[in-house]
């Protein structure tokens, strides 16, 4: 089949890798009708050292489920599944409370002999704690807001939970990235009430207005502290979602969040240090978030995509065949495309 | 009046100051009975460079009303009263919520023209707000025990509520100083069945062992770490109560905690920056804590003293004149002290 291959900084190569196959008894083998390109995977993107041992891309994935190990009882041939960004049994004490992402059993897509989401098809490992069928045909329209489930909205939504977003509060995201819009639509979701979004690109901040931000900051830095300050009687607000990943980004959160407040992040870290010292100490800030258990979320955000009350597919804004996605990669580090939609 | 100043590290003098009297109609003064010396006071007694305009040093104490404002409406001269590490109105937006620390009208003692903790008496601002009464005698066997309330009882507790302590759950705490030793209390208070005291000073981790630590690891560092995990399984445990505030007591939180988990640091930061990279955040690590509003916690802890089921006061190890303070400092600062009281 064809697949994916990182050979280094802005080295993506499609090329003809092994057909999967079920190896264990739990595998099912799934063949994929949609699949993007993540945020995330721009880092590796930017700054991977040439090497001979490529990565295989990608873990965000639907598609319809082709064989099934002797094992597999929850799903069968047929099946529309959508898989989290990281596979899990589900059954571990961490799958239990609901943390899939430190499954004992677990593991990422690309690694360790199991294929990468942007290709033809997958082994999935424990096909019964990883997938989730969604009642839908491969043809259906909603398939790109389902696709979102995999990875960005359930990310954006763990942001939001963790924080402890209630009705009625207010919110800082942070990053108008497809995270960012993610989570403006949680924050939205679990009733807060005045959502601050910041970001400086107009398209993107307009599609975060569509999903419910009430502002938008396009400073940064000091000014767009002092933004968020003023929309927030002085205080910043009760709850910051920092959908970035970088210092800077963290900066601005703990400059953004009110006495007492949390701040969540989701965005991948770049860096090994916190900026988080006295003065944030004597304000009793809290940092949570981290990756998101995407599984745990799946089911309950499901509803709100197949009864159309949001519409996270509309960050995808561009669509691309997977023999073209180099220029999928390239679009969205240039940032011309916000997410980019692969139809193998 | 006779008060503990600081000129500079290693520089700790008593000395004449002017009497405190009422200025404001909310304000109190109050003639102290009880003082200590706090783990905290030592960092400044380490570090701070001469100045010719010292610091009126401590924050803790309790002692009898003497006189009040006109505004004064709940408490009267001759109540014996005592205060939180620092003053609040306990009306504002802040208070209300139980974040005294960041009252509108709130601030710390022996700063902008208050008296500090060690010496004969305070002006105390927001004396409705701040004081606490206590329902005992001047004469009380109970006042060290009542004393820990003005901070490291309360500070304990702090790390233990914002960590989510509950019934069942495992705890590691990281120092064997006062706050340590009161957040192991603190953690057997809220139910914690495993409670891990790490910490190497013998005297001190025995005393931890009469307030509830089911174990005591003395390694530091990774063989820290290593045998906490030894103790849960592999995984650490679910709440870390970091009660330090140098960089190594975090690293040792992180290495601590159970994924998923929570530490929360009351130990007053050291360093500007939390080593909080990518490894912990795939574990979805909170890190929540912060200056303890001891104001909060006053009434709720006070039963438990006086009812005989705690005994924090037990850490004080040493008593001594006010005179004396100085010998106090040093004492607790070459670690032949775990916790000086102070009889003006």
């Known amino acids: ?25 739990s595998d099912a083998v799934v063949r994929i009708v949609l699949s993007c390109i993540c945020g995330s995977d721009l880092w590796p993107y930017k700054s991977l050292p040439p090497t001979d041992h490529p990565r295989q891309m990608g873990h965000e994935f639907l598609g319809v489920v082709e064989d099934t190990g002797a094992g597999v009882r929850g799903i069968r041939p047929g099946d529309v599944v959508v898989a989290p960004f990281v596979y899990a049994d589900n059954t571990c004490e961490y799958c239990r409370e609901g943390l899939q992402t430190s499954c004992v059993h677990g593991g990422r897509w690309g690694l360790d002999g199991v294929d990468g989401g942007q290709g033809q098809a997958v082994r999935v490992p424990h096909a019964d704690g990883t997938l989730v069928r969604l009642p839908v045909g491969e043809d259906s329209e909603l398939l790109p807001d389902l696709l979102t489930l995999s ?19 207010s919110v800082t995201v942070v990053g108008d990235g497809a995270v960012g819009l993610a ?13 601050i979004l910041m970001g400086r690109h107009r398209v993107r901040t307009d599609l975060g207005r569509a999903f419910g931000a009430t502002d938008v900051v396009a400073d940064r830095g000091e000014e767009g502290i002092a933004r968020v300050r003023e929309l927030t009687g002085g205080q910043g607000t009760r709850r910051v979602l920092e959908c970035v990943g970088l210092t800077d980004a963290l900066v601005q959160s703990f400059g953004a969040v009110r006495a007492g407040g949390t701040i969540s992040r989701v965005g991948a870290p770049q860096s090994a240090d916190v900026p988080f010292g006295f003065a944030d100490f004597l304000r009793n800030i809290t940092l949570t978030g981290g990756v998101a258990p995407a599984r745990a979320y799946i089911e309950e955000l499901m509803p709100y995509i197949l009864d159309g009350s949001i519409t996270p597919g509309r960050v995808f804004d561009r669509t691309m065949g997977l023999e073209d996605i180099a220029d999928g990669y390239r679009a969205m580090n240039d940032r011309q495309a916000l997410k980019v939609l692969i139809r193998p």
């Open 183 to 195: 989570a403006v639509i949680s924050a939205k979701l679990l009733g807060a009430e005045q959502i």
């Open 151 to 169: 990875d960005i909205l359930c990310t954006g939504y763990h942001a939001a939970r963790t924080a402890g977003v209630r009705r009625g509060d």
């Open 1 to 25: 089949m064809r697949a994916t291959l990182l050979y280094g900084a802005d080295d993506v190569r499609v090329e003809d890798v092994a057909d999967p196959g079920i190896r264990n008894p």
